[in-house]
């Protein structure tokens, strides 16, 4: 038994041995890195850019019919990250006091107007006369790209008539014959043409204020232009005489409907294409984020 016993010592001390042999290997020949913190942080957020390179506010305060002002609302993607995106604009038809128009009003001032719309823009919440509209610009933006304009120009139409420009403008439509005061007429040197919005009181005769806009009344024509005056036959003589002079209290009154000028204003939005859906300008998820964007 003794002997059993010293050999199992022996050997239990040479594993030890070994063991510690190789512990001291591993020790020599390894070695640990540094540590490396893998932060991850989000952009601030996706970045897109509203102009009107060619737009000049002072053109938009004297509209005449038939003039046109450059208008054209275009988004730049400025993203810095590499994030494509799709945009939007909203657009919202006001009267000259900042009030939202109605619908019945949105389509009575655009059948008004001229506007030069881009077909790369598609209407995707509201409809082509309501109040709001929002488009949605059909191409994806890659960063530093610049859309086209959803329109270029807006123009009061040339041919609209005298009730519909006095509706835009806030103008007095009604004339009594109580309204003005003439001097004495020199009938060999002037024509005796009487410039009103509406139907003319014409110089002289018994149905003054109903002659309608190109009627005559004795050979005396009603022009309706948008001015107090009367031709010369004569280049030396402009009829000053004949120039109406406006009194107080003569009944002139604006019509209560008018929106007395107009306002477009444009806002814009953007998302981040190709995520939650948003795959291509007309899917549902891109429609209703650009939308939500507004609300």
């Known amino acids: 038994m003794k002997s059993n016993k010293k050999r199992l010592t022996a050997i239990l001390s040479v594993i030890l041995v070994a063991a510690i042999a190789i512990g001291a290997t591993l020790a020599y020949l390894s070695t640990i890195t540094d540590e490396k913190e893998n932060v991850f942080t989000f952009a601030q957020n996706i970045k897109a850019k509203l102009d009107e390179p060619n737009w000049d506010p002072d053109e938009g305060e004297n509209l005449t019919p038939g003039y046109e002002v450059k208008k054209d609302p275009m988004i730049t993607n400025k993203s810095d990250n590499g994030i494509s995106e799709y ?39 509201g409809t082509a006369t309501s109040a709001e509209q929002v488009y949605i610009y059909k191409n994806v933006l890659a960063p530093g790209q610049v859309s086209e304009p959803v329109f270029s120009s807006v123009t009061i139409k040339s041919d609209i008539s005298d009730a519909d420009f006095a509706w835009l403008a806030g103008m007095v439509l009604t004339h009594t014959d109580g309204c003005y005061t003439f001097g004495t007429h020199n009938a060999t040197k002037c024509n005796i043409t009487y410039a009103h919005h509406t139907n003319c009181e014409i110089f002289g005769e018994a149905a003054a204020g109903t002659t309608a806009q190109g009627g005559t009344t004795n050979s005396k024509t009603c022009d309706c232009v948008p001015a107090l005056n ?13 120039i109406g ?39 549902t998820a891109t429609v209703a984020n650009l939308v939500a964007l507004f609300a």
């Open 245 to 283: 002079t406006p009194v107080g209290g003569c009944g002139h009154t604006a019509d209560a409907s008018a929106i007395s000028g107009f306002n477009i204003i444009v806002a814009g939005a953007a998302v981040q294409a190709g995520v939650e859906g948003m795959t291509a300008w007309d899917t």
């Open 230 to 242: 009367h031709i010369s036959i004569d280049p030396d003589d402009l009829c000053p005489t004949l």
């Open 87 to 125: 945009v939007a604009i909203k657009l919202t038809f006001e009267n000259g006091a900042g009030t939202t128009l109605t619908d019945a009003e949105t389509a009575k001032l655009l059948s008004c107007l001229t506007i030069t719309w881009n077909s790369n823009w598609g209407l995707k919440d």
